[in-house]
């Protein structure tokens, strides 16, 4: 019998708006936005279509606009990811979170471990916006940015399970 690995972390969860926006993003420096979406980008209704999963199925895969590596995948995925403490006024009202059964979680690792414990020791974040200009870097660094009104740190999340 396999004896299941835990999981600890924390992230930049890539759910499928901030995939969506990815990939649209990779389609238009590379001028090959197919015509139906970019209607919807005109027309101001991409992100709805996003949320609603109604795009095209490639505007759902993280790993296709990341280079090999760069993404931790989980395969085999139990558990939940939450928003992080401290990265948005109101968890409740503000944040994200989603609650996995066997499946593949997706997303950015923080590059300095988190401090998710009180007695945990080691170098750390100073602070909440210090993780979240981490990411924003990273990802910028890979050609994505995000609209202002964008949630961005709602998707820094704690995450937790088995794989």
Same mark, same amino acid.
């Given at each position: 019998?396999?004896?299941?690995?835990?999981?600890?972390?924390?992230?930049?969860?890539?759910d499928k708006?901030?995939?969506?926006?990815?990939?649209?993003?990779?389609?238009?420096?590379?001028?090959?936005?197919?015509?139906?979406?970019?209607?919807?980008?005109?027309?101001?209704?991409?992100?709805d279509?996003?949320?609603?999963?109604?795009?095209?199925?490639?505007?759902?895969?993280?790993?296709?606009?990341?280079?090999? *590596?760069?993404?931790? &995948?989980? @395969?085999?995925? %139990?558990?939940? !990811?939450?928003? $992080?403490?401290?990265? #948005?006024?109101?968890?409740?009202?503000? *944040?994200?979170?989603? &609650?996995? @059964?066997?499946? %593949?979680?997706? !997303?950015?690792? $923080?590059?300095?471990? #988190?401090?998710?414990?009180?007695?945990?020791?080691?170098?750390?974040?100073?602070?909440?916006?210090?993780?979240?200009?981490?990411?924003?870097?990273?990802?910028?660094?890979?050609?994505?940015?995000?609209?202002?009104?964008?949630?961005?740190?709602?998707?820094?999340?704690?995450?937790?399970?088995?794989?």
């Open positions: 019998m396999k004896v299941p690995n835990k999981v600890l972390d924390c992230g930049f969860v890539m708006v901030a995939t969506s926006i990815c990939h649209l993003q990779r389609l238009q420096r590379e001028g090959s936005v197919p015509p139906e979406v970019q209607k919807l980008v005109d027309n101001d209704e991409f992100m279509w996003a949320k609603s999963y109604l795009l095209p199925g490639e505007f759902y895969d993280a790993c296709a606009v990341f280079p090999t *590596g760069a993404l931790s &995948v989980i @395969n085999g995925f %139990t558990g939940e !990811y939450t928003t $992080a403490p401290g990265m #948005v006024p109101n968890t409740e009202d503000d *944040g994200i979170g989603g &609650v996995y @059964n066997n499946a %593949t979680l997706v !997303y950015l690792q $923080a590059e300095k471990p #988190v401090k998710m414990f009180p007695w945990e020791a080691g170098e750390t974040y100073t602070s909440a916006e210090e993780l979240a200009d981490e990411f924003r870097t990273r990802l910028a660094s890979f050609g994505y940015t995000f609209p202002e009104d964008f949630n961005f740190n709602a998707r820094i999340c704690t995450i937790v399970g088995i794989c």
